[in-house]
């Protein structure tokens, strides 16, 4: 005989079984899909980017800066006073930082030869200098002028010698208060590289137009921005940090005259950073392995860009007294260049252009 429940337990019972078909339990939720991969970055994308937000923005700076330095060396010539050489001299400093952001990633229209010996002769020849200023037009300014200065090549060196001296600041040419044909020498040398600068970014306005009709440049464009990378990197571990020398003088780094020797080598790897990693919203070749998966290789080479970063602002300004700095520097230096010239480039699938 089945026994029977209580007659209270029986109504807990039934309650429950009524709650329970009042709130059928929830279905279960999907799991959220997945976000979207990125869509690759693709080569002409990358060039592109570059163009805009690199190589074009630092062309018109040069341009702006060589223009300024123009202005305010013929503000000194008109009336010579000691605020209007610190101006110059300033304006010189900033001309020749824009250059440095040039002159470290050299590719496309400023790889020329003929330009860099008209913006940035190595080393200077001071005895071509003073014939060049007992030669100077008396229109230095004029057209035909200007065209004649692209074969001085002296450049930026010979504005910082008439600027700044060579030891004491005090006693350079344009220091003296009286206007003479330093002054004009000054002129035609600024001005002619301010005209140059110019055409420089019609050139790459030009290269940029093309990147839209010509499908099959962007790769070697990209090839080329690599190669000039590397070659920037082994210039400024080399020569620029004096490494053939083992007790190297003042006179063996770049603007030594100015005393920015170490922010020329910060000036150069700042655009090397900004090819690498993009810039101003732009696309860098770190872009264009993240969309592919390769984040492993972007960290490697953001910490390599890191301690060559460190390494070089860890040098003091007068670098003829850092050895033990300047090594490290070369090492780091050197390490950013090999990793790219080897890992990296396997994981673009770019090679370079040639063997530098």
């Known amino acids: ?49 570059l163009v805009e937000t690199v190589y074009l923005p630092a062309q018109v700076s040069l341009l702006e800066h060589t223009g300024r330095l123009t202005g305010r060396l013929s503000a000194l010539c008109e009336a010579p006073d000691p605020a209007k050489l610190a101006a110059a001299r300033e304006a010189w400093i900033a001309a020749d930082q824009a250059w440095r952001r040039i002159d470290a990633v050299r590719m496309g229209p400023a790889r020329a030869d003929a330009l860099v010996a008209q913006f940035d002769p190595w080393p200077l020849d001071l005895k071509a200098v003073a014939k060049s200023v007992r030669d100077t037009p008396a229109d230095p300014t004029s057209m035909p002028a200007l065209g004649a200065s692209r074969e001085l090549k002296q450049g930026l060196p010979a504005l910082e010698y ?70 920037g990197l082994r210039e400024l571990a080399g020569w620029k940090l004096a490494q053939q020398s083992a007790t190297p003088l003042r006179s063996d780094f770049p603007d030594w005259r100015a005393g920015v020797s170490k922010r020329s080598l910060e000036s150069g790897l700042d655009t090397i950073e900004r090819v690498l990693l993009g810039a101003g919203g732009g696309a860098g ?26 390494a070089v602002s860890g040098l003091p300004d007068d670098l003829s007294n850092a050895d033990g700095e300047r090594r490290y520097a070369q090492k780091r230096l050197n390490e950013l260049a090999d990793f790219i010239s080897g890992p990296l480039v396997e994981a673009l699938g770019i090679p370079l252009a040639t063997a530098e």
């Open 1 to 49: 005989m089945t026994r029977s429940l209580p007659a209270a337990l029986a109504l807990l019972l039934c309650a429950a079984l009524a709650h329970a078909n009042d709130n059928p339990p929830a279905p279960t939720q999907p799991a959220p899909a997945a976000a979207p991969a990125a869509p690759r970055l693709m080569q002409p994308q990358l060039a592109i980017s």
């Open 162 to 231: 008439i600027l700044f001296g060579d030891a004491a600041p005090q006693q350079a040419p344009l220091a003296a208060k009286r206007i003479d044909n330093v002054c004009r020498y000054g002129l035609w040398v600024s001005a002619g590289l301010a005209r140059r600068a110019q055409e420089l970014v019609y050139e790459w306005q030009g290269m940029r137009r093309g990147l839209n009709y010509d499908p099959s440049y962007p790769r070697p464009f990209l090839s080329e921005s690599l190669t000039r990378v590397v070659a």
């Open 285 to 310: 070749f770190d872009d264009y392995l993240s969309t592919r998966g390769k984040d492993a290789v972007v960290d490697d080479l953001k910490l390599r860009l890191a301690n060559a970063r460190i």
